[in-house]
């Protein structure tokens, strides 16, 4: 239930009860067990990782937008500027490549 900084990830805190002082040391004694985690435990690097990871999916897809709109735009022949380079293979499998892109 921790993760690899021995912490509680966000990610599980909904999959968790949280106890009183009185419950974990009578669950303790009888059962065993641990770690003892509280409320102070969350894991802040795992949530700046997940933070960081959404940020790059949005970078992510804002960069697929953008080379989208290039492929169509070499494509259509609108690249005005003529200076789009893509290789001979890609271009030959364009109709499999713009049906991937827009999976």
Known sequence: ITCSHGKVPVSKVTSMK??????WE???EKYG???????ED??????KEGA???MSA?????????FKQ???????????DGKYYVSRSWYDCK?????????
Do not use: M
Request: glycine residues 6%.
């Open 95 to 103: 109709s499999f490549l713009l049906s991937f892109l827009f999976l």
């Open 18 to 23: 949280r106890l009183s002082s009185k419950a």
């Open 52 to 54: 960081q990871n959404v």
């Open 33 to 39: 067990g641990g770690p003892k985690l509280s409320h």
């Open 70 to 80: 290039l492929a169509w735009d070499i494509l259509d022949g609108k690249n005005e």
């Open 26 to 28: 009578t669950l303790l």
């Open 58 to 66: 949005d970078t992510y897809r804002d960069r697929r937008e953008s």
């Open 42 to 47: 969350c894991c802040l690097d795992c949530l």
